[in-house]
């Protein structure tokens, strides 16, 4: 199975306590359900809905390039490749 890095920032940073992580799996999905599994529930209540999915206000790239939050199952990774998990933004 491919290991990639997750990227993560503010919160997700926070709570893992590290700011990247090395997970394996065969794509986006797979990766978020082995980080949800370093420290649950914690993970999963910051990063799910109540339907499971990602919430939207995060953003993920995959090697640069924004994923579709609907489509994560079929984004297939690489290993090498680089997830980022941006969080929330606001401001002005």
Do not use: C, W
């Amino acid at each position: 199975m491919p290991r990639i890095l997750v990227k993560l920032y503010t919160t997700l940073k926070d709570r893992l306590d590290t700011p990247v992580a090395a997970l394996e799996g065969e794509d986006v999905s797979q990766v978020l359900g082995a980080l949800i599994e370093l420290k649950k529930p914690d993970i999963g209540r910051i990063l799910l809905d109540e339907n499971g999915l990602v919430k939207n206000h995060f953003v993920l790239t995959l090697n640069s390039e924004i994923l579709d939050h609907r489509k994560l199952g079929q984004a297939k990774v690489r290993e090498g490749d680089i997830l980022h998990i941006f969080p929330p933004v606001s401001g002005g």
